[in-house]
């Protein structure tokens, strides 16, 4: 792959992968760090990406590299939301925090339904897991919101 | 609830300076990864210290090359943490190279570098060559009893925009360290020969997210999987100390190829080895592709997989060296300076 190519994925994909290794980490340098490797992962060249399918890639890279490369750290659980800090209060903010504060494993099918916009079959094939792991964990999620978030908000 | 969370991501993006940091690595990929992650990075580092009296001698106290050393403009500038003083004893600029060497003394008296200094990835070189820093390195130059010192040599190469030579005259510029990885600890085996019968034909196999690898059939591997996994063994599936904190996990034939998988069972920040499959006649086997990957509580696994078969095998030892263990020493230190053109 092309330096200008990787340019070009950057910067197309760049906010959505940091913004997806944001949701399991909660920390903006250890999502930056994880961005910076996942598109170092693909410069390294031994990934050919199937055009239409780049971000889906990304994304699954961010997942597993989210999950095997920092898990051992155990440190992500007790961190603030600091990135949060530049959200107005509001429904926005309520969202955000409901979300980030479920479980590890809720939030990433939470992220990629709510904000990519994929379904249900689409994020297992993201995440590696059965549809009908990601069905159990998008339901319990959803319970989980529920308890916190406003009526106003329809999920 | 899917319009407000997006408008809150929305809000979240990388910042200007990681953006720049991870452009500026893509416009120049890396073409080949080593095999010790924590460890690329530290190896672009400098750093050190050294002992008064030696500072004020001027006199290299490690083993410098001829064409170094004739350079090298005396700068003797310090700074101490934690017990621990970084010297950079001097410095020189040619064509372009800028060369440094630095020295690591333990004020306390106690021997915390007697196996070697690190620093980790949590180095720093402020400098003028800006994002045309082509290359860095740093070459261990090994313990000095007589000085107590541990020393180091950076060398840093730049270019203009244009291709020429970076003009670093009256520049100044900056090393700095937080962390230094010191108190590891070396193992080696030298000619080990496991029960090669008990090794299973069918291993169980997993895949898992690689951290990095090496050899020249890494990137064409054929147990690549997808999103950075790749086909291993599952670790546990034949067990084989093999020294103080290093074992074999698994090993196993998956195709034709011979799969040894080693794991580093001490909690050191950068345990790491390597390990060589030698003929009977005492020659390496080469091994065309080695990852490394950690399980889920972190316990690091490096695996090699070797074209070898059973027959093959049957006569095969095991050598190697490991260096495991030690501790990361929080610290601060700072030198800047300036070199006459």
Known sequence: MTAVRLSELFALYGDDVYRFAYSFTRHAADAEDVCQSVFCRLAEGRTELEPGKEKAWLLACTANACKNRFRFLKRWASLPLEAAADIPDGDSRAVLEAVLSLPEKYRAPVHLYYYEGYSQGEIADILGLRLTAVQTRMQRARAMLKEVLSDEITL | MRSHYRQAMEALVLSPEARERIGTKLRRPRRGMRFRPAAVAAAAVLVLALGATAAASGVALHELPAVVLQSLQP?????????????????????????????????????????GADFYDSYR??????????????????????????????????????????????????????????????????????????????????TRYILGGSGEGFKTYNGWTSGGEALVLQPGGWELRVTEGVSISAAGFVGEQFHLQVRYDGTGPDDHGQVKLLTPEGGEVPCPVSLSFRDEDGTKYDEHIYDISSEELSGCTLAGEFTIGGYLLDGDWKVTFALEN
């Open chain 2, 75 to 115: 700068v003797r500038l310090s700074d101490t943490d934690q017990g621990i003083t970084m010297t950079v004893q001097s410095a020189t600029v040619e064509n372009g190279v800028f060369t440094a060497y630095i020295t690591l003394t333990d004020d306390e008296g106690r021997s915390r570098l007697e196996q």
């Open chain 2, 125 to 206: 070189i402020s400098a003028p060559f800006g994002a045309n820093l082509l290359t860095c390195g740093c070459e261990p130059l090994g313990y000095d009893a007589f000085s107590e010192s541990y020393g180091y040599l950076i060398t840093i190469k730049a270019k203009d925009g244009e291709g020429g030579a970076v003009d670093f005259s009256n520049k100044k510029f900056t090393f700095s360290a937080r962390q230094l990885l010191v108190g590891q600890a070396k193992g080696q085996i030298v000619a080990l020969r496991p029960h090669w019968s008990s090794v299973p034909l069918f291993p169980a196999d997993t």
